[in-house]
């Protein structure tokens, strides 16, 4: 069975630009959910999406947001592109996204902002 | 709302010497409890999780954690390590109610030495 997809794995974007991030969950996976992951804030939550309805929203400006489509696959994209913005881009699915569910996570997307 | 402390940000050990990563949580509600691993370059892999019932709980690689709800902690154990047991390791809860949110502390970077 596949595990959490994302794709790219690594990018480069320069100030000021837009990124788009995907996420393939794992096979009847309806929950996904993004995090980011920087050495200096850790790991911190971004949204989760549940049958393409954001159900989640952490502590992240409007330059961030996300969708999921009918086939439970999800993009995030980050607008107006900042340093700060430089961090490893986690996704996670799970079956139903509560009740305990297992989350599981992919290798994540390195965005590097210059 | 809910925030997860882990005392130690590094934790050296000796090969074959047991070890063990804290872990003290906040909540105003009943949580679940979370310990992930994470690999140099790679995403989180889940350790063992805690729902109910009994309060030591088994995981992968030989681990096992103690949830104690009077101290609100749940440390992680292992009896005997090894060279590839070198990882960052992170304690996380998320509400019992809802969508499930991930909150997480702030990693234990695990460094055996042979």
């Known amino acids: 069975k596949a595990g959490v997809t994302q794709t790219p794995r690594y990018l480069i974007k320069t100030r000021g630009q837009q990124v788009t991030l995907s996420c393939s969950p794992i096979s009847g996976h309806r929950s996904v959910s993004w995090y980011q992951q920087t050495p200096g804030q850790g790991l911190q939550f971004l949204f989760e999406?549940?049958?393409?309805?954001?159900?989640n929203k952490g502590n992240f400006p409007g330059r961030f947001s996300g969708r999921q489509f009918s086939n439970s696959r999800s993009e995030m994209n980050v607008s107006t592109l900042e340093l700060g913005d430089s961090a490893l881009y986690l996704c996670?699915?799970?079956?139903?996204?509560?009740?305990?569910?297992?989350?599981?996570f992919g290798e994540g997307s390195w965005l590097t902002v210059v | 709302a809910q925030s997860v402390t882990q005392l130690d940000s590094q934790v050296p050990v000796f090969e074959e010497a047991p070890v063990e990563l804290r872990c003290n949580y906040s909540?105003?509600?009943?949580?679940?409890l979370f310990w992930y691993v994470q690999y140099p370059n790679q995403g989180l892999q889940l350790l063992l999780k805690?729902?109910?019932?009994?309060?030591l709980v088994k995981g992968i690689n030989g681990f096992e954690a103690e949830f104690n709800k009077s101290q609100t902690s749940f440390h992680l154990r292992k009896p005997s390590v090894h060279i590839s047991d070198t990882a960052e390791y992170f304690c996380?809860?998320?509400?019992?109610?809802?969508?499930?949110?991930?909150?997480f502390g702030q990693g234990t970077r695990l460094t055996i030495n042979p």
């Open positions: 805690y729902l109910s019932g009994s309060t």
């Open positions: 996380a809860v998320s509400k019992i109610q809802g969508a499930q949110k991930l909150v």
């Open positions: 999406y549940f049958s393409e309805t954001q159900r």
């Open positions: 996670a699915s799970s079956l139903t996204g509560s009740e305990g569910n297992t989350i599981y």
């Open positions: 909540s105003s509600v009943s949580v679940y």
